[in-house]
C-alpha cells in the first residue's frame, strides 16, 4: 500500500468538486506505462494520457535522466538578456517539426501561457504595421483556450466565463461545428464548411480592420472532441488573407501526434500563422509550452523597434524556456523519434477508433466522434447538464479506468505506446460501465 494523505484540507484542486473529493477522493500515486496505481495499491489504465500530456507512456527513464543531468549543469538561467544554449536546440528541433514556415519559437510553462503569449503576439505585430486599432480577436462557441484572462476571453466553454466577464478582452464568437446530422460521425464530417462563413460575417459587422487574429482548435478537444468538417480550416485559411487577419491554431491537445502527424496543421493540410503548444512537448514531465509563429511575424516586430535599445515584445515569463523544461523536450522529442511514435499513433488509430464507435449502442452513449487518437463519447444527459460525466467518470474510476470528462462528454485519449490488448481492456470496462441503465 502506498501513503495516502489523512488531511484534505488545506489543498484547493483546480476545476474539482472539492467537497466530493474529501468525502470520497480518488488519487493516484505511481504510475508507469499506460497503467496508474492508487494509493491502495489498485491498477487503473490511463485512458486520457493523464490530461492528454504523456503519449510516450509515464516513467520514461529517459526523460528522467535528462532532467536530472540538466538540474547538476544549469537548473536555472533567466531568458531575459541572458540564455541558456539548451533553449536554441529545442527551438531548432521544434522547427524541424512544425509546418513549414512556422520556424519561430517563443517559449512559455502551460497552454494558458502560451494562447495569451500568442495574443500579444499578435497585438504586437499588427502594431509593428500600423494597424494598431486590430484589437478584437474571433474564437467559437464551445472552444477552449486556456484559463488566464485571454484565453478566458476566448473560450466559449460557458462556465469557464460566467464569473469573469467583467475582466475578458474584446472577443466574438464564432459557431461551433458540432450538428445533429453528424452524430457518430468518424473523422471528419461531411456537412458544415460553410459555417467557416461565420468569420466573414463578424468582419463585416465589427469591421475586418478591427480584428487582429481568429483562434481555433483544430479539434475541439475539452468540450469532448468535435472534429471540424471537411473544407473548414481551409474556409477559415481562405478568409483570414482575404481580411488580413492571423490565423492561430491552439494545438495544446493536438500537437505531437495526436492525429497521426506532428501537428494535426499537417494532418489537416492547412497552415496557420501561429501555433500554440503545451502538453505532450515534455511527456507531461515538466511544465512547458510554446509559441511558434512566421519569420514574417518575428521580422515585422522586430523591425519596428529600430535601432532603439529595448525588447521588441515586452512580454516574457521567469520560467520561460527553463532549461530543465528544455531538457525534458529534447528528451521527449528523440523519444517521439526513436521509437516513430506519431507513426505508431496513425498505425494504432483504426484499431482505437474501431473501439469507441463499438460503444454506440449502449444506454448511456447518445453520440461518438473521433480521429486519430483521440475521440469523445458523449453520454445522454441526466436531470442536471454535467451530473452524468461527473458520475460516469467515478464509476469508470472505480472499474479501473481514468477518462478526462467535461459536462457530459468523456474524453479518450490513450497513450501511443498502448497495445491492442491495452484498447481492448478500455472498451471492456467502458462498455460493463457505459452499459449500464442506470448510473445514479
Known amino acids: 500500500m502506498l501513503a495516502r494523505p489523512t488531511n484534505f ?53 529517459e526523460i528522467a535522466d535528462a532532467v536530472h543531468a540538466q538540474l547538476m549543469t544549469l537548473d536555472y538561467t533567466p531568458h531575459f538578456q541572458r540564455a541558456a544554449p539548451v533553449s536554441f536546440e529545442l527551438a531548432e528541433r521544434l522547427a524541424g517539426l512544425l509546418p513549414e514556415g512556422l520556424d519561430r519559437v517563443f517559449f512559455a510553462s502551460s497552454g494558458s501561457e502560451a494562447v495569451d503569449s500568442a495574443m500579444k503576439i499578435c497585438l504586437t505585430y499588427h502594431r509593428a504595421k500600423g494597424e494598431g486599432q486590430r484589437t478584437r480577436f474571433v474564437s467559437r462557441n464551445w472552444g477552449y483556450h486556456g484559463v488566464n484572462l485571454g484565453g478566458t476571453s476566448l473560450a466559449g466553454m460557458v462556465n469557464n466565463r460566467r464569473e469573469f466577464s467583467g475582466v475578458t478582452c474584446d472577443v466574438v464568437h464564432m459557431r461551433q461545428t458540432w450538428s445533429e446530422e453528424q452524430r457518430y460521425t468518424q473523422g471528419q464530417p461531411e456537412t458544415g464548411a460553410e459555417l467557416a462563413d461565420d468569420l466573414e460575417e463578424i468582419c463585416r459587422t465589427y469591421g475586418a480592420d478591427t480584428i487582429a487574429g481568429v ?131 496513425a498505425a494504432l488509430s483504426p484499431a482505437f ?44 474510476f472505480d472499474a479501473g479506468l481514468h477518462v478526462k470528462a467535461t459536462g457530459d462528454a468523456l474524453i479518450v485519449a490513450p497513450a501511443f505506446v498502448s497495445g491492442e490488448d491495452d484498447l481492448e481492456q478500455m472498451g471492456d470496462i467502458l462498455r460493463r460501465v457505459l452499459g449500464r441503465a442506470d448510473l445514479s
Not at 489498485?42 to 485512458?47: A, H, K, P, S, Y
Not at 490530461?51 to 516513467?59: E, I, K, N, S, V
Not at 442536471?384 to 469508470?396: D, F, T, V
Open 215 to 345: 483562434f481555433v482548435e483544430p479539434i475541439a478537444g475539452s468540450i469532448g472532441t468535435v472534429v471540424p468538417p471537411k473544407g473548414y480550416l481551409e474556409r477559415l485559411r481562405a478568409i483570414a488573407d482575404r481580411y488580413g487577419l492571423l490565423l492561430i491554431f491552439d494545438e495544446v491537445i493536438t500537437g505531437f501526434g495526436r492525429t497521426g502527424a506532428a501537428f494535426a496543421s499537417q494532418a489537416f493540410g492547412v497552415t496557420p500563422d501561429i501555433v500554440t503548444m503545451a502538453k505532450a512537448l515534455t511527456n507531461g514531465a515538466i511544465p512547458m509550452s510554446a509559441v511558434a509563429t512566421t519569420a514574417a511575424i518575428q521580422d515585422t516586430v522586430f523591425a519596428a523597434a529600430g535601432d532603439q535599445d529595448r525588447p521588441e515584445l515586452f512580454h516574457g515569463y521567469t520560467y520561460s524556456a527553463h532549461p530543465v523544461a528544455c531538457a525534458a523536450a529534447l528528451a521527449t522529442l528523440d523519444i517521439y523519434r526513436d521509437e516513430k511514435l506519431f507513426e505508431r499513433a
Open 353 to 396: 477508433l474501431d473501439m469507441i464507435f463499438g460503444l454506440r449502442n449502449l444506454p448511456q452513449v447518445s453520440d461518438l466522434r473521433g480521429y486519430g487518437m483521440l475521440a469523445g463519447i458523449q453520454l445522454a444527459p441526466a436531470d442536471k447538464p454535467g451530473a452524468k460525466g461527473s458520475l460516469a467518470q467515478r464509476a469508470l
Open 9 to 61: 484540507d488545506h489543498h484547493w484542486l483546480p476545476f474539482t468538486n472539492n467537497r466530493m473529493f474529501r468525502e470520497t477522493p480518488q488519487m493516484f500515486a505511481k504510475a508507469e506505462g499506460v497503467r496508474y496505481l492508487t494509493p491502495e495499491g489498485d491498477t487503473v489504465l490511463d485512458g486520457s494520457s493523464g490530461l492528454f500530456c504523456t503519449p510516450a507512456g509515464h516513467g520514461r527513464r
